[in-house]
């Protein structure tokens, strides 16, 4: 089965992750220059210096953790083994090698269990961040907290449908694995 970007992306090293999440401190130094009132030019690249190391940091230990989850679940498998894995569970297609069949089954598992949890702490979580926001509003009368509200709002939507695709492909690959096995599963 090949693989895409995608795969390759979610497979990358730690560094290649923190790296990429260092871009992050550019864009938060900019949306505090926009949307926090009298912060001045210099103020923005501060927060993008101090922010972007920080971020990236605590970014990259979550994703260490994730992974380190993940191979106690799965097993330790090689960097192209875990992207055909990823592969299979965002396509829903089986993998080839059957040798898979059973860290497939644990990862599908623990993604299941990742993708309820998102749906439990997902809508408070960005119903909170809506009553900061206009909270903000309130006190700065900033309109700029607005488009956050917004993009919280349709977070909510957006994380809702997308947990309950991915839990219905999941089982459907669970159901697949099992059927091709001949074996029967709890």
């Known amino acids: 089965m090949e693989t895409g970007w995608r795969e390759r992306v979610a497979t990358a090293p730690l560094w290649a992750h923190f790296l990429g999440f260092l871009l992050a401190g550019p864009v938060f130094g900019l949306l505090m220059w926009l949307v926090t009132p009298g912060t001045s030019a210099l103020g923005a690249v501060v927060a993008a210096i101090l922010f972007g190391p920080a971020f990236a940091a605590m970014m990259t230990a979550w994703l260490a953790l994730v992974r380190r989850r993940d191979r106690d679940a799965t097993g330790d498998l090689d960097r192209d083994?875990?992207?055909?894995?990823?592969?299979?569970?965002?396509?829903?297609?089986?993998?080839d090698d059957r040798a898979l069949d059973d860290p497939m089954l644990a990862l599908i598992d623990r993604r299941r269990r990742q993708n309820r949890s998102a749906l439990i702490l997902n809508p408070p979580l960005f119903s909170g961040l809506i009553l900061i926001s206009i909270t903000t509003i309130r006190s700065s009368g900033n309109d700029w907290w607005w488009a956050f509200a917004a993009y919280c709002l349709a977070m909510i939507a957006v994380s809702t449908?997308?947990?309950?695709?991915n839990i219905r492909r999941l089982d459907r690959l669970r159901v697949a694995i099992i059927a091709r096995s001949g074996e029967s599963r709890p």
């Not at 083994?81 to 993998?95: C, I, Q, S, Y």
């Not at 449908?161 to 695709?165: E, M, S, V, Y």
């Open 81 to 95: 083994d875990e992207a055909r894995m990823v592969h299979a569970a965002r396509t829903g297609r089986l993998p």
């Open 161 to 165: 449908h997308q947990a309950i695709r």
